[in-house]
T-cell receptor
Framework: NAGVMQNPRHLVRRRGQEARLRCSPM?????VYWYRQLPEEGLKFMVY????????ESGMPKERFSAEFPKEGPSILRIQQVVRGDSAAYFC????????????FGPGTRLTVL | DQQVKQNSPSLSVQEGRISILNCDYT??????FLWYKKYPAEGPTFLIS?????DKNEDGRFTVFLNKSAKHLSLHIVPSQPGDSAVYFC???????????FGAGTRLFVKA
């Protein structure tokens, strides 16, 4: 009964490098959400995806950030040319359908940009 | 633009007493409200929710109250236990919307 899995749990990158964060939803869940939590702040919605489709990316920064959820494999949040301000905890959540009230969260990936 | 506000960053309560965590929202389109609990180095876990057609929902030691006219909700934990010490996030969404908007969280300390 595996929950939502995220890896890596900790990621260190230098400015200008790329960061790839992975999320495997719970078994049977086809809806994935990404959130970012900056220090001392709440979780900020970034993007909502279904298999092979981006449904709502209104919370994604316009540049350098992208997300995908391919037919096979985990969802990927990709950050190109990272800057110090990208340092945060990134959480993935999944749900069995898009209108359910409960999203199940993974443990998060803590990204540190040096 | 903070649509969901948790104005108390922290709260300290004695074991056995009641913990009351408060949350205010500004968007009148929100019709579903949730509370999540988060321990350090873990993701948030769903605790309890309430629909806007209700004003109270209870689950064991946890009760959520909703005052729509005041755009205010609160989470009551009674009796509080040391294991309840965590960060509690209030969240809101509107039917048909995909976004869940989170507050900044309140850190609860329950002293033994």
């Amino acid at each position: 009964n595996a929950g939502v899995m995220q890896n890596p749990r900790h990621l260190v990158r230098r400015r200008g490098q790329e960061a790839r964060l992975r999320c495997s939803p719970m078994k049977g869940h086809s809806h994935v959400y990404w959130y970012r939590q900056l220090p001392e702040e709440g979780l900020k919605f970034m993007v909502y995806l279904q298999k092979e489709n981006i449904i709502d990316e209104s919370g994604m920064p316009k540049e350098r950030f992208s997300a995908e959820f391919p037919k096979e494999g985990p969802s990927i949040l990709r950050i190109q040319q990272v800057v110090r301000g990208d340092s945060a905890a990134y959480f993935c959540a999944s749900s069995p359908d898009g209108i359910t009230d409960t999203q199940y969260f993974g443990p998060g990936t803590r990204l540190t940009v040096l | 633009d903070q649509q969901v506000k948790q104005n108390s960053p922290s709260l300290s309560v004695q074991e056995g007493r009641i913990s009351i965590l408060n949350c205010d929202y500004t968007n009148s389109m929100f019709d579903y409200f949730l509370w999540y609990k988060k321990y350090p180095a873990e993701g948030p876990t769903f605790l309890i929710s309430i629909s806007s057609i209700k004003d109270k929902n209870e689950d064991g030691r946890f009760t959520v109250f909703l005052n729509k006219s005041a755009k205010h909700l609160s989470l009551h934990i009674v009796p509080s236990q040391p294991g309840d010490s965590a960060v509690y996030f209030c969240a809101a969404r509107n039917t048909g919307g995909f976004k869940t908007i989170f507050g900044a969280g309140t850190r609860l300390f329950v002293k033994a």
